[in-house]
């Protein structure tokens, strides 16, 4: 299923990559827009499903595009999608189209070296840097890094995937 069932959201696709140790990537934004984000500028991979596009191959896509990664074995797929509202001021950056963002996540275990992960030349060089910087972070502190926007989307991911971040894919 490519559509997203949330008509006037933008159809989009998210990655919770967990290392071996079962913490989550985050990176945190670059400040695009010049406000202050204060501390909420982080967040897990994310971005739009092109028209056509499986969720599943965007948000791999999206991983690579953001961080490089391409070691990553699918783990699980959220069983809903979930969505928000962008703020006012936000909404512009879509031309108006949309109202907020409608989001299919994943749950994939980075299978590689850390040195794989390159924000600063993602895709190798092909995408313009998302993120300023990354760590890995325990899933139950994603909700309080996030713009307050994302931040319901967050504690649902949060509590679907981090009690399978110990099981390996089968």
């Not at 696709?13 to 984000?37: D, E």
């Not at 300023?132 to 996030?146: N, T």
Request: aromatic share 12%; proline share 8%; hydrophobic share 40%.
């Amino acid at each position: 299923m490519s559509a997203a069932p949330h008509p006037g959201y933008r159809p989009c696709a998210g990655a919770a990559l967990v290392n071996a140790a079962g913490l989550v990537f985050i990176g945190r934004r670059r400040n695009q827009r010049g406000a202050p984000l204060s501390g909420h500028e982080w967040q897990m991979p994310q971005g739009g499903i092109d028209d056509g596009e499986a969720p599943l191959a965007a948000a791999r896509r999206e991983l690579h595009e953001e961080t490089n990664v391409r070691s990553a074995t699918l783990i699980a797929e959220a069983p809903q999608w979930l969505a928000y509202d962008l703020p006012e001021e936000a909404r512009g950056r879509f031309g108006g189209r949309y109202r907020g963002q409608t989001q299919k996540w994943f749950l994939f275990r980075f299978e590689g070296e850390e040195a794989e992960i390159d924000i600063e030349r993602p895709a190798g060089g092909a995408h313009e840097p998302e993120f300023a910087a990354w760590r890995w972070e325990r899933f139950a502190a994603l909700p309080d890094l996030v713009v307050p926007f994302k931040r319901e989307v967050y504690v649902q991911v949060t509590a679907w995937f981090a009690p399978l971040v110990s099981q390996r894919p089968a």
